[in-house]
């Protein structure tokens, strides 16, 4: 006799298919000295600015630094993946360092791995820093995809940071043009992008180390946009 209870259904699994807080355009440039990754500190939900606040460039050990756009919580799983291998590391007192450039092969394995399991991780990462006077620059997106560059952006910077750096950029170039570089290129995303913020936070690793700014402001000016002001026939503004 075949049973006609029902029996309870088990919900379907949850992956990271529509992400809910995100955080847009990543910015990387190596210069003379080192390499300095650039992010605002915005996560939107949706479409409305909710988290104004957020850090999105997380040093990893003495060497290492890593910014990332897209799903906020699944960056935050990606930290505590790598702060939790960085630790067993540490536990062994070898001496052992990883580089810049393992952690980055590292997460282009778990990003692969993730997509092929159709649970990704909805991140796409810029990961540089400089270890033994050579300094590295990476990035890895949400499938998997990863390359190296000597700059590089994600997001709404792919399309309107790209163009300006490439006109600007040059292997020797110090730490202060690197850091005017790439503020002006945020300048630009805030403008141009409506999930982009004026708070910044930059991050550099050189050979005397790897430093994470505190998030500030940059300076912005909308008497650029004439069109928020028009004018009627009698002089009035409306």
């Known amino acids: 006799m075949i049973s006609t209870i029902s029996r309870p259904q088990k919900d379907p699994n949850s992956h990271t298919v529509s992400p809910i807080v995100t955080g847009t355009s990543v910015l990387g ?11 605002d ?38 930290q505590e993946i790598l702060e939790s291998r ?18 980055f092969h590292l997460l282009r394995t778990i990003l692969y791995n993730k997509r092929n399991k159709f649970n990704p991780l909805w991140n796409d990462l810029v990961v540089g820093g400089r270890k033994d006077g050579k300094s590295f620059l990476g990035s890895v997106d949400k499938i998997g995809t990863a390359y190296e560059e000597e700059f590089v952006a994600t997001g709404f910077g792919s399309y309107l940071a790209i163009p300006i750096i490439r006109d ?16 002006d290129c945020l300048r630009v995303l805030f403008y141009r992008d409506c999930r982009a913020s004026n708070s910044i936070q930059l991050a550099k690793s050189t050979d005397d180390g790897t430093f994470v700014s505190d998030p500030y402001e940059i300076e912005t000016n909308w008497e650029i946009a004439t069109y928020t002001t028009n004018q009627r026939t009698d002089g009035s503004s409306w």
């Open 29 to 39: 440039v190596k210069y003379a000295d080192g390499v300095m990754i650039a992010c």
């Open 41 to 78: 500190t915005l996560c939107s939900y949706g479409s409305l600015a909710r988290f104004k606040d957020m850090s999105r460039v997380h040093k990893l050990g003495d060497n290492t630094i890593i910014g990332a756009g897209g799903e906020y919580s699944d960056f935050q799983q990606i």
């Open 86 to 103: 960085l630790q067993r590391d540490l536990n062994h007192e070898d001496g052992f360092t990883y580089s810049p450039s393992e952690h």
């Open 168 to 183: 600007r950029w040059h292997a020797d170039m110090d730490e202060g043009e690197a850091r005017a570089l790439l503020e």
